[in-house]
């Protein structure tokens, strides 16, 4: 499979459309939390993984929506599902579906100043305990911050941490 181009995307939230008002939207990268250590007589330094960053998702919206505006609070609300839909084809004009699960805390970051010459947009992220990502119906990736998963690139990363740490 050859290069992959994005057609469209769509944000449920709670599994209501949001496609109307969308107006971009990025999902989450895994990232690297690294630390630089040399040991007594080290000659060179060495990055130590410590982990992943904090898994964030960003979206902006046309306009100010009730259904986002009641879901802005304090605490990350562990049953609020936002989900991002993709659809991508291939160069050989392969269809390629792509979700991405989230739930977290969700922040308002911007909103455009209102005034009658332009349509004003509304900014937002997702600080994410849990995400998804699928390709296909393949889950790529998966990380639940409380639940102890972490399962990156198809592959569990700490098969036996659960065990041992009880849960």
């Given at each position: 499979?050859?290069?992959q181009?994005i057609?469209?995307a769509n944000l449920?939230?709670?599994?209501v459309?949001?496609?109307?008002?969308?107006?971009n939207?990025?999902i989450?990268?895994?990232?690297?939390?690294?630390?630089?250590?040399r040991g007594?007589g080290?000659?060179?330094?060495?990055?130590i993984?410590?982990?992943y960053e904090?898994?964030?998702a960003?979206f902006?919206?046309?306009g100010l929506?009730?259904?986002?505006?009641k879901?802005l609070?304090?605490a990350?609300?562990p049953n609020?599902?936002f989900?991002i839909?993709?659809?991508a084809?291939?160069d050989?004009?392969?269809?390629?579906?792509?979700v991405?699960t989230?739930?977290?805390?969700l922040?308002?970051t911007e909103?455009?100043e209102?005034s009658?010459?332009?349509l004003?947009k509304s900014?937002?992220?997702?600080a994410?305990?849990?995400?998804?990502?699928?390709?296909d119906?393949?889950k790529i990736?998966?990380?639940?911050?409380?639940?102890?998963?972490?399962?990156?690139?198809g592959k569990?990363?700490?098969?036996?941490?659960k065990t041992?740490l009880?849960?």
């Open positions: 499979m050859g290069k181009i057609l469209g449920h939230i709670d599994g459309s949001k496609l109307q008002i969308l107006d939207v990025s989450p990268i895994p990232q690297s939390k690294t630390e630089t250590w007594a080290g000659m060179v330094d060495q990055e993984q410590l982990g904090v898994l964030v960003k902006s919206i046309i929506d009730k259904d986002i505006q879901y609070t304090l990350p609300s609020t599902a989900t839909r993709g659809y084809m291939d050989e004009e392969n269809e390629i579906g792509i991405a989230m739930r977290g805390l922040k308002a909103m455009d209102i009658g010459d332009n004003v900014s937002f992220e997702i994410c305990k849990y995400y998804k990502y699928e390709q119906g393949e990736h998966e990380i639940d911050v409380n639940g102890a998963v972490m399962f990156i690139g569990d990363m700490r098969p036996k941490m041992l009880g849960l």
